[in-house]
């Protein structure tokens, strides 16, 4: 198995386990579970092969990928319960999702040659859109889209890190590797420090 590949697994894995988690706090059944689950686990992994035009979809080609989501529906609609704030888990388990998609989705598209612009959008499509549309099917707000926290950013540092590694010379596993390190640094930096850029604030116009 590539370590494309099982980065894909990784990301499949830990994503489902956010939308099962988000399943929970919307109380529905173990098919929505599943659904959600599977929505969030392959969501963003799929616009990036339909953009970048990958034959089949890799969830298509390998259906073991939904098997894995399905599982960790299961395996959350058990055991939620048990967790003190789910909440919690959710926003450090996505952030970690986010990280191994974001190299996941870069990884991809350096293996298919294409240009600096192109990886970076890919690592951030890939990172960014399976935990959106979880967030909006589920009625939460999305945390792609939460004031005063860093995301889309950390995701987009991550794919550019690895574009740069890769123009001097660092490539494969190690560069991806530092890609999905910056993105979680940032983002677990957002989360327990408060870090964020500059938001637009409205001021009177000017006479």
Partial sequence: MSGLALLDYASVLVFAL??????????????????????????????????????????????????????????????????????????WLDSFALSIAVAAGTGAALSLGQTGVIVVLMGVTTGCLGGLMRDVVCNEVPLVLKQGQLYVSCAFAGALTAVLAAQLGLTGLPALGLCALVCWSLRAGSLLFGWQLPVYKARPPRQ
């Fill in 18 to 91: 956010t939308g099962a988690l988000v399943a929970s706090r919307a109380q529905l059944d173990l098919v929505g579970f599943a659904f959600i689950a599977c929505l969030t686990a392959v969501g963003g992994g799929t616009v990036r092969d339909l953009l970048l035009d990958r034959h089949p979809v890799f969830w298509v080609g390998q259906p073991d990928y939904i098997l894995i989501a399905c599982g960790a529906a299961v395996l959350v609609f058990f055991t939620a319960h048990l967790v003190e704030s789910r909440y919690n888990w959710l926003i």
